[in-house]
């Protein structure tokens, strides 16, 4: 079955460089997450977009920008790149918004190093 | 707001003992729970999660976990534990949205490394 899609895997950039993160949701899901994972640490919730529209704002900084396009992949844009930045960054999809019967499905991650 | 605890940020059991991972949340509104296991240099894999209904939910790999409402806490289990059960375990809450255009926004713990003795 097809999974959610990330890339790239791994990417190094150096501060104040710039990145894009792709994400290829479950083909029909319509609604996609980003997590950031810092070294040793839990999950946090970035941003969700639900019919190309932002449906939920978490903890995104400012330098961090995020859209989903027609075919529902999304890209998270990173600019001005901090050390604090290193991270995995976690994709998910699901098919429609919360309901009881909804899960949503993670990707394998990117992990950013920036040096 | 809601949060999650984990008691333990590494638990380690003999193979074939019992697996008790433990999980306390607040939510100010019955939450969603969920359970995600995370081996080295994978994604997030959901193992079970309570939404409604029973509150003894069973999941993936023989692990199961209990919705207690009078004591916050949805501990994770499994009455033997595997070799290939070592990995990070994450207990995650997520407010219920019921209408709208609502998202699956999780926040997780801290995570539980888990380690399997031969």
């Known amino acids: 079955a097809a999974g959610v899609i990330q890339s790239p895997r791994h990417l190094i950039k150096e501060k104040r460089e710039t990145a894009t993160l792709k994400c290829y949701p479950i083909?029909?899901?319509?609604?996609v997450y980003w997590y950031q994972q810092g070294p040793g640490q839990d999950p946090q919730f970035l941003i969700s977009?639900?019919?190309?529209?932002?449906?939920d704002k978490g903890s995104i900084p400012d330098r961090f920008s995020a859209q989903q396009f027609s075919d529902y992949h999304s890209e998270l844009n990173m600019s001005s790149l901090e050390l604090g930045d290193s991270a995995l960054y976690f994709c998910?999809?699901?098919?429609?918004?919360?309901?009881?019967?909804?899960?949503?499905?993670f990707g394998q991650g990117t992990r950013l190093t920036v040096v | 707001a809601q949060s999650v605890t984990q008691l333990g940020s590494h638990v380690s059991v003999s193979e074939g003992a019992l697996v008790l991972l433990r999980c306390n949340y607040s939510s100010s509104v019955p939450p969603y729970l969920f359970w995600y296991v995370q081996y080295p240099n994978q994604g997030l894999q959901l193992l079970l999660k309570?939404?409604?209904?029973?509150?003894l939910v069973k999941g993936i790999n023989g692990f199961e976990a209990e919705f207690k409402k009078s004591e916050t806490s949805f501990h994770l289990t499994k009455p033997s534990a595997h070799m290939s059960d070592a990995a990070e375990y994450f207990c995650?809450?997520?407010?219920?949205?019921?209408?709208?255009?609502?998202?699956?926004?999780?926040?997780f713990g801290k995570g539980t490394k888990l380690s399997v003795i031969p």
């Open positions: 995650a809450v997520s407010d219920r949205k019921d209408s709208g255009a609502g998202s699956y926004q999780l926040t």
């Open positions: 309570y939404t409604t209904g029973a509150t």
């Open positions: 977009f639900y019919e190309k529209m932002q449906s």
């Open positions: 998910a999809s699901s098919l429609l918004p919360a309901s009881p019967n909804t899960e949503a499905f």
């Open positions: 083909p029909r899901h319509d609604t």
